[in-house]
């Protein structure tokens, strides 16, 4: 089912790097195995979440937790997750930086037959200076705005290799010559685009060329302001652009169980892993720190959601009708209890009370 025909969507943001996504060293263990992921895949397929994504990561942040330093690679993960799944989307990530649309196109087609038509691809413009930096990958005659001008490059690359027999294109950034791409890939017209750029030029590009964006902001009010701000771009293109969010959810009994995990939590904040990370990503294009930055001082990279399970439904449904979001990307502390407790004692309600009335 293409993207647009869905309403409301809840995925997975795959454990495939260290520590996860809260910079604390009390924790539960996410040791980015693929043993881990594989469990993970499986028990969300079985429960019935919409999409998986992973990230692709090429240097962590350090600390005394050694944060994001053992990562898996997307492609690979995803392509070998979809043999384990049956009905859930797989969505993989690409640095346009780094790799050729010409061999990302094949990639991803092949993903898309190992998956049965479930495919889809994360595309990253790229903005980590020193991963790329290490590779000698960086070219820093590129600044954000031309970063997105080679990314528009690059996708309007790939999705003609998937759409045309054969390809001549001689742009600024890449050059095809008479060049081929088969097989095509199972989903028609193409497999699912996503894209998580927020500044005015991430979300145009967001809108013309891909079927969904990730949207953040370091208030629930800034995630609403930039979702709509999306979709408003995306209707001056003609698109129904879905918008997402990512949130880390920490369950408990009560809310006032939930509520000690996450003080827990943030008690054993790595600061040292926590200024690295600070340090890579550096400033936004107009001078401020990132969302994920401001969100990341206090352990949890991402906005959280605690509470019991009701309450859990209730905040969830407010948050996506508030911030006019089309779904939510999530993230859990412990990615088997967690991930189950949700997906049996939250989802299923939420599902229902979120369908428009009859």
Same mark, same amino acid.
């Given at each position: 089912?293409?993207?647009?025909?869905?309403?409301?969507?809840?995925?997975?943001?795959?454990?495939?790097?260290? !520590?996860?996504?809260?910079?604390?060293?009390?924790?539960?263990?996410?040791?980015?195995?693929?043993?881990?992921n594989?469990?993970?895949?499986? @028990?969300?397929? %079985?429960?019935?979440?919409?999409?998986?994504?992973?990230? =692709?990561?090429w240097?962590?942040?350090?600390?005394?937790?050694?944060?994001?330093?053992?990562?898996?690679?997307?492609?690979?993960?995803?392509?070998?997750?979809?043999?384990?799944?049956?009905?859930?989307?797989?969505?993989? $990530?690409?640095?346009?930086?780094?790799?050729?649309?010409? #061999?990302?196109?094949?990639?991803?087609?092949?993903?898309?037959?190992?998956?049965?038509?479930?495919?889809?691809?994360?595309?990253?413009? !790229?903005?980590?200076?020193?991963?790329?930096?290490q590779?000698? /990958?960086?070219?820093?005659?590129?600044?954000?705005?031309a970063?997105?001008?080679?990314?528009?490059?690059?996708?309007?690359?790939? &999705?003609? @290799?998937?759409?045309?027999?054969?390809?001549?294109?001689? !742009?600024?950034?890449?050059?095809?010559?008479?060049?081929?791409?088969?097989?095509?890939?199972? *989903?028609?017209?193409?497999?699912?685009?996503?894209?998580?750029?927020? *500044?005015?030029?991430?979300?145009?590009? $967001?809108?013309?060329? &891909?079927?969904?964006?990730?949207?953040?902001?370091?208030?629930?009010?800034?995630?609403?302001?930039?979702?709509? %701000?999306?979709?408003?771009?995306?209707?001056?293109?003609?698109?129904?652009?879905?918008?997402?969010?990512?949130? &880390?959810?920490?369950?408990?009994?009560?809310?006032?169980?939930?509520?000690?995990? #996450? =003080?827990?939590?943030?008690?054993?904040?790595?600061?040292?892993?926590?200024?690295?990370?600070?340090?890579?990503?550096?400033?936004?294009?107009?001078?401020?720190?990132? /969302?994920?930055?401001?969100?990341?001082?206090?352990?949890?990279?991402?906005?959280?959601i605690f509470?019991a399970?009701?309450?859990?439904?209730?905040?969830?449904?407010? $948050?996506?009708?508030?911030?006019?979001?089309?779904?939510?990307?999530?993230?859990?502390?412990?990615?088997?209890?967690? @991930?189950?407790?949700?997906g $049996?004692?939250?989802?299923p309600?939420?599902?229902?009370? @979120?369908?428009?009335?009859?």
């Amino acid at each position: 089912m293409r993207l647009a025909d869905q309403d409301y969507m809840f995925g997975i943001f795959m454990p495939m790097a260290n !520590g996860g996504w809260i910079i604390s060293d009390t924790t539960p263990s996410i040791d980015a195995s693929f043993a881990l992921n594989k469990q993970v895949a499986m @028990l969300a397929d %079985r429960l019935g979440f919409d999409f998986l994504l992973s990230m =692709m990561k090429w240097r962590g942040y350090g600390g005394k937790t050694g944060h994001w330093d053992n990562s898996l690679e997307s492609l690979m993960l995803m392509s070998a997750l979809s043999q384990v799944t049956e009905r859930v989307k797989i969505w993989a $990530t690409a640095h346009t930086l780094l790799h050729n649309p010409a #061999v990302i196109a094949k990639m991803v087609a092949t993903l898309d037959h190992a998956s049965d038509g479930r495919a889809g691809l994360n595309i990253v413009s !790229g903005a980590y200076r020193g991963e790329f930096e290490q590779m000698g /990958a960086w070219s820093p005659e590129l600044d954000h705005d031309a970063r997105y001008d080679r990314a528009e490059e690059w996708v309007q690359v790939l &999705t003609r @290799l998937w759409q045309e027999e054969r390809v001549d294109f001689d !742009g600024a950034y890449y050059r095809m010559v008479d060049c081929i791409a088969n097989p095509k890939p199972v *989903s028609q017209p193409r497999p699912d685009l996503i894209c998580a750029g927020t *500044s005015e030029v991430g979300l145009r590009y $967001t809108a013309r060329y &891909t079927d969904a964006g990730f949207v953040h902001g370091a208030t629930e009010e800034e995630i609403g302001a930039n979702s709509r %701000r999306a979709k408003q771009i995306g209707a001056e293109y003609g698109k129904d652009l879905k918008m997402f969010a990512m949130y &880390t959810i920490v369950p408990g009994a009560t809310d006032a169980e939930a509520e000690a995990r #996450v =003080m827990g939590y943030r008690a054993g904040a790595d600061t040292q892993a926590i200024a690295n990370m600070v340090a890579s990503y550096g400033r936004k294009p107009d001078g401020k720190e990132s /969302a994920l930055v401001a969100r990341a001082r206090d352990a949890f990279m991402t906005s959280v959601i605690f509470g019991a399970p009701e309450t859990l439904r209730q905040k969830i449904e407010y $948050t996506l009708r508030f911030c006019d979001l089309n779904g939510m990307m999530l993230i859990f502390p412990d990615y088997i209890e967690d @991930l189950r407790l949700f997906g $049996t004692d939250v989802l299923p309600p939420l599902r229902a009370s @979120l369908k428009p009335a009859a």
